[in-house]
Nanobody, 123 residues
Framework: VQLQACGGGLVQAGGSLRLSCAAS????????MAWFRQAPGKEREFVSV????????SYTNSVKGRFAISRDNTKNTVYLQMNNLKPEDTAVYYC?????????????????WGQGTLVTVSS
């Protein structure tokens, strides 16, 4: 199983980025997909999750109204559209797949993890 995340980069505060995570080696439509992030010196934290059928989503409070998660099961890809980025969004962003729980916000239910993509927001 591989999860390949991309789309990170350097952006000014107020800007936008779109992260993508392409999955292979698993039945993608059978997994909830999530994004987590880890800032320097901090623990990995939940950002957003989408159910296997894209009907349900969940976001951490700090990104509600700014970030949008989506998925395309025909392309085995999950996306994270990030708008109005803030310096505190700076982190390595990881995608993850869970076949056990539909909308988990903790790291433990996730079976597979991508390698991470760095997002840096300058003030």
């Amino acid at each position: 199983v591989q999860l390949q995340a991309c789309g990170g980069g350097l952006v000014q505060a107020g800007g936008s980025l779109r992260l993508s995570c392409a999955a292979s080696g698993l039945t993608f439509s059978g997994y909830a997909m999530a994004w987590f992030r880890q800032a320097p010196g901090k623990e990995r934290e939940f950002v957003s999750v989408i159910s296997w059928n894209a009907i349900s989503t969940s976001y951490t409070n700090s990104v509600k109204g700014r970030f949008a998660i989506s998925r395309d099961n025909t392309k085995n890809t999950v996306y994270l559209q990030m708008n109005n980025l803030k310096p505190e969004d700076t982190a390595v962003y990881y995608c993850a797949a869970s076949g056990r729980l539909p909308l988990a916000t903790m790291t433990s239910p996730y079976d597979y993890w991508g390698q991470g993509t760095l997002v840096t927001v300058s003030s």
